[in-house]
């Protein structure tokens, strides 16, 4: 009787292990780490080179020749040679009265120039535009002359701050600077120059960008139409969305020369930077040329006339934003 009782309590000990072990839970764990949120960046530059009357505008020479220049190779007309000027930058974010375009204190009837600018725009695609804000446009001072040029005109000259006439004269005329190949393709995405020939044997003195006329401050027919042509500053556009999408469907539309891909990204090849909605791509590098002109034939009405205006470039992001500057 014993060992009976004995064999029983040896299976109620094995019992209780037993129920311990189906006691425990299946489960697992799987976990990520280092989630975040941050926002995108938009970040426009803008860089310059200036030209006035054959004169080119150098950051360490002052005024320099162009190539313009008279039978003994000197500078045909003004600024002179070595003056100080203003106009010419490298890429940088502008700073309120520091660079200029345009700084002209003693302009002529014949005098012309040009500003060949290039945006940057970084990270991101982005819409563009291009607003003039004029801060002053006034007689300032009234010789004789002027006051019978105004007077034939039916207006009065007021000093200093009459309506000025330089707004009505001064021309403008303006460019997508993209050289022989539709788009932009000279420099990559960190802005450093393309060059056509850069791995062969020729020399870094004989390298050659990949399209010579991008960017080279002079229009040519096969960089399309102005898309401003003399203009009065007056009736400047702003959008360059609209100029960019219209050079898309002039340039990288026809399948007979090659089509551009639609958001203007192409490895820095045809078309690259003309989207057909007319975005600016990110880490492409536009150039514009931008030309005025004080006719020769301007009358005396102009004489000692102020025009003062902020040269504005703003970038909005393109992502879910159809209807961008409405603000």
């Known amino acids: 009787m014993k060992k009976i009782l004995l064999s029983l309590g040896t299976l109620a ?5 037993v129920a311990g072990a189906t006691g425990a839970f299946y489960g697992d764990t799987e976990t990520s780490t280092g989630n975040t949120f941050t926002a995108g960046a938009i970040e426009l530059k803008v860089d310059s080179v200036s030209h ?9 020479g002052g005024w320099q020749p162009s190539g313009n220049t008279d039978a003994f190779g000197v500078p045909v007309g003004f600024p002179t040679q070595g003056s100080d000027c203003n106009g010419t930058w490298t890429e940088t974010n502008l700073k309120d009265g520091v660079q200029k375009f345009f700084n002209f204190t003693d302009l002529k009837p014949g005098d012309h120039g040009e500003d060949t600018i290039s ?4 990270d991101n695609d982005a819409w563009g535009r291009f607003v003039i804000f004029p801060t002053r446009d006034a007689d300032n001072t009234c010789t004789t002359p002027e006051i019978q040029a105004e007077e034939a005109l039916d207006k009065t000259c007021e000093s200093p701050d009459g309506d000025g006439e330089m707004d009505d004269n ?5 460019w997508l600077d993209q050289g022989a190949i539709p788009g932009f393709q000279n420099t990559d995405a960190d802005g450093n120059p393309v060059y056509a020939n850069e791995n062969d044997s020729t020399g870094e003195n004989d390298l050659q960008l990949v399209d010579p006329t991008e ?10 139409p102005k898309f401003w042509n ?3 500053i007056g009736n400047l556009t702003n959008d360059l969305s609209g100029v960019l999408s219209a050079e898309y469907e002039r340039s990288c539309t026809d399948t007979s020369i090659g089509t551009g891909n639609p958001n203007g990204s192409d490895n ?3 078309c690259q930077g003309l989207a057909q909605d007319g975005r600016m791509v990110g880490s492409t590098t536009y150039y514009f040329g931008l030309a005025w002109d004080l006719p020769l034939d301007t009358g005396n009405e102009v004489q000692s006339d102020e025009y003062t205006a902020n040269l504005i470039f703003q970038v909005e992001q393109l992502r879910n934003n159809p209807t961008p500057f409405e603000d």
């Open 230 to 232: 003399s203009e009065t």
């Open 170 to 174: 001064l021309l403008f005329t303006g």
């Open 215 to 224: 960017g080279d401050n002079i229009y040519q027919n096969y960089e399309g």
């Open 119 to 122: 945006l940057h725009v970084y």
């Open 13 to 17: 000990i094995v019992g209780a292990v």
């Open 268 to 270: 820095y090849g045809f």
């Open 52 to 60: 006035y009357n054959g004169m080119v505008c150098t950051e360490d």
